[in-house]
């Protein structure tokens, strides 16, 4: 695979609100053409959180999921891998419900952290009451994913033929792996999910994403695991890009991440910044995986087997 990259598009996030970013697709159709013109830029894989569609609010309505992922599959071959992460408030209950429509791929959380998104509350821009509500309100939110948490998770991917994406926000994650292996909950072989520069967690830089790398090569096993990374922020993003590159690993951006497409210009679409890591990984010598490479790269069942 060092040929090829796999480059992951999430296309709208469960964290960030619209008045951020013009940009950000809150409808369902908004989402679905996002999407499409992600897949068409060289993204394999479709990362789908969904939004109230009359204010932007993040939910986990199963309805609009059951639209998004429907009409994502009607127009691409991506593999979609809907979010079990979910937003601000959500019990894991209500998050693993999406796996009902039997995904080729979601995500997995591997442990509780703080998700702080405070600071931008402060910026200057015209919030609805509720989206800086949201935002303040993450100094009092812990993002919880604990073992029970994991083992309901797992056991809900199980029953859906599912394959879990590993989101690892923070080195000490990686040991909570190794025990969900020790008691049964996971085994190998994993997809993992460098996720760094969520403010409560690891930060976006370089030797952080190669010490996560490392440490997982020696807790889990160099051979057990593929890798990814995606960086939260403009420098985040494209330095871990740039990074996982290097080190032969895959790489994820979109709108849920960063919305700027430079230091001095915010993005205009999803497909505009995998548009730039597929240029980033050409100088690389990679070329984007089709969705079919992708899918046996990450060992998926295939989309004949999705409920929706």
Same mark, same amino acid.
């Given at each position: 695979?060092?040929?090829?990259? !796999? !480059? ?15 940009? !950000? ?37 199963? +309805? ?18 809907? &979010?079990?992460?979910? %937003? ?53 939110? !812990? ?7 994991? &083992? ?8 859906? +033929? ?15 792996? =190794? ?42 096993? $160099?051979?057990?695991? &593929?890798?990814?990374?995606? %960086?939260? %922020? ?21 709108? =849920? ?43 998926? $069942? ?7």
């Amino acid at each position: 695979m060092n040929d090829t990259v !796999i !480059i992951t598009c999430a296309l709208t996030g469960g964290m960030t609100v619209p008045a951020q970013s013009k940009a !950000i697709p809150i409808t369902v159709d908004q989402i679905v053409e996002e999407g499409v013109k992600a897949a068409e830029a060289g993204a394999s894989v479709l990362h789908v959180h969904v939004r109230e569609e009359t204010t932007g609010r993040p939910v986990a309505d199963l +309805d609009l999921f059951e639209r998004a992922l429907s009409e994502l599959r009607k127009h691409t071959d991506a593999v979609l891998q809907p &979010t079990t992460g979910g %937003g601000r408030g959500m019990t894991v209950e209500e998050r693993a419900s999406v796996l009902k429509f039997r995904p080729e791929m979601a995500t997995f959380n591997a442990g509780s952290f703080n998700f702080g998104l405070f600071p931008v509350a402060a910026r200057d821009l015209p919030f609805a009451d509720w989206e800086r509500e949201y935002l303040e309100g993450t100094t009092d939110y !812990i993002f919880r994913n604990t073992f029970a948490d994991m &083992t309901y998770m797992a056991e809900q991917m199980r029953q859906s +033929d599912t394959r879990p994406e590993i989101e690892v926000y923070d080195v000490g994650q990686i040991y909570n792996l =190794e025990q969900l292996v020790k008691d049964g909950v996971l085994e190998a072989p994993f997809n993992l999910q460098f996720v760094l520069g969520v403010l409560g967690a690891n930060a976006a830089e370089p030797d952080q994403l190669i010490h996560m790398l490392r440490t997982a090569e020696r807790v889990l096993g $160099k051979d057990s695991f &593929t890798w990814s990374a995606a %960086g939260v %922020g403009y420098r985040g993003e494209f330095n871990l890009a740039a990074m996982s590159l290097m080190l032969g690993g895959n790489v994820r951006v979109g709108l =849920e991440d960063n919305l700027r497409v430079s230091k001095r210009e915010q993005a205009t679409s999803n497909a505009q910044l995998v548009t730039k890591v597929a240029d980033l990984a050409s100088m690389f010598d990679r070329t984007p995986a089709t969705p079919d490479e992708a899918r046996a790269h990450l060992g998926l $069942k295939g989309s004949s087997s999705v409920a929706f």
